[in-house]
């Protein structure tokens, strides 16, 4: 027999007779559709818990699992009952929305670009797609690695690497393979900052055997320690057997040391006990060469050693002795001792000495007088040596001349002098030109191996000192044996190399240089620019060498501020690792407020507090329900991401 039910469903039963259906306790309703809410009471009364309902169209099996009131209302709670072929009954998302089915189907979808599902018997997958957009921030606060190419963009936000008060070390191309590192190397007008200048923060550039470049457009400017006060600024190495080059240009320009407004010492080859050669101005062109200024009190001192000499070779030209316009005083030798001062005339020899006599000669008209001028191996001698002598040789404005034949060599002071010989003592604005024809002239100071100490312009007067010219291929070299080479000025100085540098190079270093290269030791507050100039410059940092170089950015453990990259319209950066990777120690945050990634082991559901959003990577998850949780309130509440099996 059969009895109606709510919804139009009919009750069957069958091999019972007459007997009422109370008596058989809970029948399953047979119906053509699901059952609802509203479905509380069949044709025999209320239903009770645990009632079956059927739906004979889908096949479907539910089961009455409870029943609420609310302001007199009860609904019922149906529950679907697994079935080789059954649907699912309710999906109910993370927001709370219950999804039914349609048509006996719910729909499984991932966001676009963000995940993706897919499906094999009765399992569904949830999967991150290939390239993930996420709609906002992603934040890591644990280690977020990757295996293949990165690019970070900025798209107008500030990219922030270890911006955190962590004292863990940030590492670039720090792996085992030779790879280039490009920082603000697009054509824009990048603005590059690396290092700081708060307390005692340091900054170390390190090549291999490549080469160490700071290049700049033809207009750059190069500074070095502008704001060094009692600093050390060093510029090679001190066991450096290569070249030191400041200022190989072949266009014309001017190579300043110690040109500042202060009482600078310059020192060249100045500490070293080696012996050292010091070459100003020697090569083949028409240099013009002044040591020395003219300045109030300004003296030049050239000194030999005991063994060494100080020679003045004008190579067949003119060399001239206070040759100025000045009332000087031309004080040739030294009457110390055994000094002796001789003036050499082809190939014998001219030497004018003193005994403590006064010896005038010609000194009483404008006479011309010719000592030992003759073809013959002349020997002359002016002077004494005894006790106090004095050797004056005196000119008015026609000037003193001590001259031979082409390949006569002139020597002031002997080899074992120990006295001074001084070359324009003169006390008012006078010129000491030395080698100053126009004949390939070498001037030699300091040339001996006797370990000399060489002063230019090293008086406590505003000097100015220059050294070499930019005519034609003229160049100049300075040299350090074990000893340092030093470039030191007053606080405010400015070092300039390279200043009218077009398509020249500039050199800082040896190409097998094993020592450190500083730029920017200060312990003050001070700026390091590098490629600061308004051209388009390429800053390459440890950019050719294929040993696999370590660069180190802000590594100090101070509170360093590390910038990378600018915003500036299309700037671009990028930071590439190969297979090490990119490591980032530390969270990682797309911006300062937004979600985060982190990673930990274990779940992180009530203690681990991160923007809502983020997303949490477990380290020890073994199951699809705890590799990934996804924060819900700003808080310690993390909801679990099923991840694929």
């Known amino acids: 027999m059969s009895s109606p039910t709510n919804s139009g469903a009919n009750l069957y039963t069958q091999g019972f007779g007459s007997t009422s259906t109370a008596s058989l306790g809970l029948v399953p309703v047979l119906s053509k559709v699901a059952p609802a809410s509203t479905n509380i009471r069949g044709p025999s009364g209320p239903y009770q818990l ?41 999906l109910t998302t993370q927001d709370s929305t219950v999804v039914t089915p349609t048509a006996g189907t719910i729909d499984l979808s991932g966001a676009s670009g963000q995940l993706t599902t897919s499906g094999s018997g009765s399992t569904a997958t949830i999967s991150l797609v290939n390239a993930v957009v996420t709609p906002g921030s992603l934040e890591v606060t644990g280690l977020l690695k990757g295996d293949a190419s990165a690019t970070i963009n900025t798209a107008g936000t500030a990219l922030n690497l270890a911006t955190d008060n962590d004292t863990a070390q940030v590492n670039i191309g720090t792996g085992t393979s030779g790879r280039t590192i490009d920082i603000g190397t697009s054509a824009a007008a990048n603005l590059v900052n690396i290092g700081s200048v708060s307390g005692a923060s340091s900054m170390t550039l390190k090549v291999g055997t490549g080469n160490f470049l700071a290049e700049g457009a033809a207009t750059s400017t190069y500074t070095i320690g502008t704001n060094t006060t009692t600093g050390t600024i060093l510029i090679g190495g001190a066991a450096q057997t290569g070249n030191i080059t400041l200022g190989s240009s072949s266009g014309t320009n001017t190579v300043l040391i110690g040109n500042g407004a202060g009482a600078t010492t310059v020192d060249i080859a100045n500490t070293g006990t080696a012996g050292n050669t010091v070459n100003i101005a020697t090569s083949a062109g028409v240099n013009p060469v002044t040591i020395g200024s003219t300045h109030t009190t300004s003296a030049l001192v050239l000194n030999g050693g005991a063994t060494g000499s100080v020679s003045i070779v004008g190579s067949g030209g003119t060399v001239d002795l206070g040759a100025d316009a000045a009332a000087n005083t031309v004080v040739l030798g030294s009457a110390t001792g055994a000094a002796s001062t001789t003036i050499y005339c082809g190939s014998g020899n001219m030497a004018l000495v003193g005994g403590g006599n006064t010896i005038d000669i010609g000194s009483d008209a404008a006479n011309t007088i010719t000592i030992g001028q003759g073809a013959h191996a002349t020997t002359l001698t002016m002077g004494s040596s005894n006790t106090t002598s004095t050797t004056k040789l005196q000119g008015g404005s026609g000037g003193i001349l001590i001259e031979g034949v082409a390949a006569t060599p002139i020597t002031v002071g002997l080899s074992t002098q120990t006295g001074l010989i001084t070359v324009g003592n003169s006390s008012a604005t006078n010129t000491v030109d030395v080698g100053i024809g126009n004949g390939a002239n070498t001037l030699n100071m300091s040339t001996g191996t006797g370990g000399n100490t060489i002063n230019l312009g090293t008086g406590a007067g505003a000097n100015a000192i220059t050294i070499g010219n930019v005519t034609s291929t003229t160049g100049l070299t300075l040299k350090v044996g074990t000893g340092n080479f030093s470039a030191q000025g007053a606080a405010t100085s400015t070092y300039t190399i390279g200043t009218g540098t077009t398509t020249g190079t500039v050199l800082i270093g040896g190409t097998a240089q094993t020592g450190n290269i500083t730029l920017g030791s200060s312990s003050g507050t001070n700026t390091v620019l590098i490629g600061s100039g308004a051209g ?62 982190l990673f930990g082991a274990g779940s992180p559901s009530g203690s681990v507090t991160a923007p809502q959003g983020s997303l949490y990577l477990n380290t020890t998850g073994n199951s699809s329900s705890t590799r990934a949780y996804i924060n819900s309130n700003s808080g310690t509440t993390w909801i679990a991401v099923t991840t694929a099996s």
Do not use: E, K, M, R
């Open 50 to 90: 645990g009632q079956i309902w059927i739906d004979t169209v889908s096949g479907t099996s539910y089961q009455l699992v409870s029943l609420s009131a609310l302001g007199g209302t009860v609904t019922a709670t149906w529950s679907g009952l697994g079935a080789a072929a059954g649907t699912l009954n309710s």
């Open 536 to 597: 388009a410059g390429t800053v390459s940092i440890a950019n050719s060498t294929t040993a696999g170089a370590t660069v180190n950015i802000a590594t100090a453990a101070g509170a360093n501020t590390v910038v990378i990259g600018s915003t500036n319209t299309t700037s671009t950066t990028t930071i590439q690792a190969g297979s090490g990777g990119v490591v980032l120690a530390g969270s990682l945050l797309l911006s300062s407020t937004g979600p985060q990634i």
